[in-house]
């Protein structure tokens, strides 16, 4: 059974839409964190991603009065994150070519540190340093939908919204993603012994 994600930005979206300057700041306050982070995951130019959310933030204020009506905010502007992070890439590097998916495909490449898998205490640091491993060795696809529900806490509705798959998709490229990480992990702790 689907569950049904809750948007605590829906109201501010709607007074937002309504012409509530106000309302935009609540929501640039409710998604700056995602956004930041989502963004430096696909590209990870501190300096770019700023802009890029006030570039988001612009466009909501000055579109206000043609914004679609939407069921949840935060796939919506996460999917802005993306598709103006793709955009900058095409723009900065003249040689990319074809739609968006190949191009994140092909330029995004969602890294893991150790140091973001470091639970708490030396004892998980080996675990922490194995799993950012077997992160790094997914493809691409299938890091930035475990970034998306894992790291940003997406629900699989959102993962689709944001990436363009569909609900099932989503589930399916997250059981895959789990799959080839537990065979990862086991197969450095079988090495080991």
């Not at 696909?42 to 988001?56: E, H, K, P």
């Not at 895959?176 to 992990?185: M, Y």
Request: glycine share 4%; net charge neutral; hydrophobic share 35%.
């Amino acid at each position: 059974m689907r569950r049904k994600f809750i948007d605590t930005g829906l109201s501010h979206w709607k007074n937002l839409v309504r012409g509530s300057q106000s309302a935009l700041y609540e929501l640039y306050n409710i998604y700056y964190e995602d956004l930041y982070f989502y963004g430096m995951k696909i590209c990870g130019d501190d300096a770019l991603i700023r802009d890029i959310i006030q570039d988001i933030f612009i466009d909501l204020w000055t579109k206000q009065a043609k914004l679609p009506e939407i069921s949840a905010v935060r796939p919506y502007i996460l999917r802005m994150m993306r598709n103006k992070a793709i955009d900058e890439i095409k723009k900065h590097d003249q040689k990319v070519v074809g739609n968006d998916n190949s191009v994140f495909e092909s330029l995004v490449d969602f890294q893991y540190s150790p140091e973001e898998m470091i639970l708490s205490g030396e004892s998980e640091q080996e675990l922490s340093v194995q799993i950012a491993k077997a992160l790094n060795a997914l493809p691409t696809r299938q890091r930035e939908i475990i970034q998306l529900r894992f790291f940003s806490r997406c629900s699989y509705e959102e993962i689709g919204e944001i990436t363009g798959v569909n609900y099932q998709s989503a589930r399916n490229t997250v059981s895959k993603a789990l799959k080839n990480l537990r065979n990862s992990i086991q197969e450095e702790i079988s090495s080991r012994t």
